[in-house]
């Protein structure tokens, strides 16, 4: 059974940065594309950031864009959210899912707080 584990949440202050880390358990690590999810109370869960498979082509929603960087390091079956500049819009779960063709899994989420 693959299991995917976020961590590297927390609060921090409007401005301030945070790492997450998503490491997971799948079979063939690099043949699943990645992606960062995140939910506020009330809102719809939306996609944060993606990545390639292939060729760490990353996607990037237009509001984190140029704060938020998305890696991977397939020897240590990881992927990174880096955040930077963080704003309160930012508060909400993010959480990790993996993907190929049909197949993909979640995460248990992450809590990310951002007061000012």
């Known amino acids: 059974e693959v299991q995917l584990v976020e961590s590297g949440g927390g609060l921090v202050q409007v401005g301030g940065s945070l790492r997450l880390s998503c490491t997971t358990s799948?079979?063939?690590?690099?043949?699943?594309?990645f992606g960062w999810f995140r939910q506020a109370p009330g809102k719809k869960r939306e996609a944060v950031s993606c990545?390639?498979?292939?060729?760490?082509?990353?996607y990037y929603a237009d509001s984190v864009k140029g704060r938020f960087t998305i890696s991977r390091d397939n020897a240590k079956n990881t992927v990174y959210l880096q955040m930077n500049s963080l704003k309160p819009e930012d508060t909400a779960v993010y959480y990790c899912n993996a993907f190929r063709g049909y197949v993909n899994y979640w995460g248990q989420g992450t809590q990310v707080t951002v007061s000012s």
């Open positions: 990545i390639s498979s292939s060729d760490d082509s990353a």
């Open positions: 799948v079979f063939l690590f690099e043949d699943y594309a």
